[in-house]
């Protein structure tokens, strides 16, 4: 059963690759679990090597999902798309895992936050399809690839926010500054998916689910590297939170 009404929402977070799972690699995943934790939720790890059936019962657990980043890149396969020469190994198990939250989640109705691989994969999970390498494919002097994210300094780039969304509502405004270090990026939004904010070379920075009224926000940057003095960052992990908190119990 997932939480009670007077508990913190339970927000799943699996981790970022199989490899770091196994190797103890937690550098980078933490940051999730501290952004959900700030926003007073529980952080509930999910490991990538559950069968079916043990994910199955962990999801029930479970009030919301956070999606991570990751330096896989999602099978240009499942978008009917042969594979980029720069395009990153993909992650079979992340994947996989992935695709079975995201079906619990829009079946019962539970929020999502997904970021940069997150809503990527949330993107082929609607059938969307992706660009595989924005250096190679789009004209533009934006940095948004920030290699093996080290070194400084970090690049950040203003969006465009489409007036009336709601990352407009949470921002208070039609734009923000945003950190970037990705190198693919949405191309055909996946069905009922509205792109809601934009990179000013045109890359896809944000979606919103659109068929109902379940929560489902996907950005390409790193609001959890935001957490601490960003107030749109902030803004994303309370307002999931607190719509996971709202949410009906279910069983």
Not at 1 to 21: H, L, N, V
Not at 72 to 90: K, L, T
Not at 214 to 241: C, Y
């Amino acid at each position: 059963m997932a939480s009670q009404p007077s508990q913190k929402p339970r927000i799943g977070i699996p981790y970022r690759t199989r490899k770091e799972e196994l190797s103890g690699e937690r550098s980078k995943y933490n940051w999730y679990g501290e952004a959900v934790r700030l926003a007073g939720g529980e952080p509930v790890e999910i490991s990538l090597g559950l069968a079916h059936d043990q994910l199955q019962a962990q999801a029930e657990t479970l009030d919301a999902l956070v999606l991570p980043g990751s330096p896989a890149d999602v099978d240009p396969a499942r978008y009917n798309a042969a594979r980029h020469p720069e395009s990153a190994q993909s992650d079979p198990d992340r994947e996989r895992t992935d695709a079975s939250l995201l079906a619990h989640a829009f079946a019962e109705s539970k929020p999502v936050l997904a970021i940069c691989f997150g809503v990527q994969s949330l993107n082929v999970f609607l059938s969307g399809s992706l660009i595989q390498d924005i250096p190679s494919e789009v004209r533009t002097e934006i940095q948004h690839w920030w290699a093996r994210e080290q070194g400084a300094p970090e690049p950040f780039h203003l969006i465009k926010i489409e007036p009336g969304s709601r990352l407009a509502q949470l921002a208070g405004k039609n734009e923000a500054r945003v950190n970037s270090s990705h190198h693919q990026s949405v191309l055909e939004p996946g069905r009922d998916l509205r792109v809601t904010a934009l990179a000013p070379d045109g890359v896809i920075e944000a979606l919103e689910w659109t068929r109902d009224s379940n929560w489902v926000t996907g950005v390409q940057w790193h609001p959890e590297r935001m957490i601490k003095d960003d107030l749109l960052a902030q803004a994303l992990f309370r307002e999931l939170v607190e719509v996971a908190r709202k949410a009906p119990v279910h069983s």
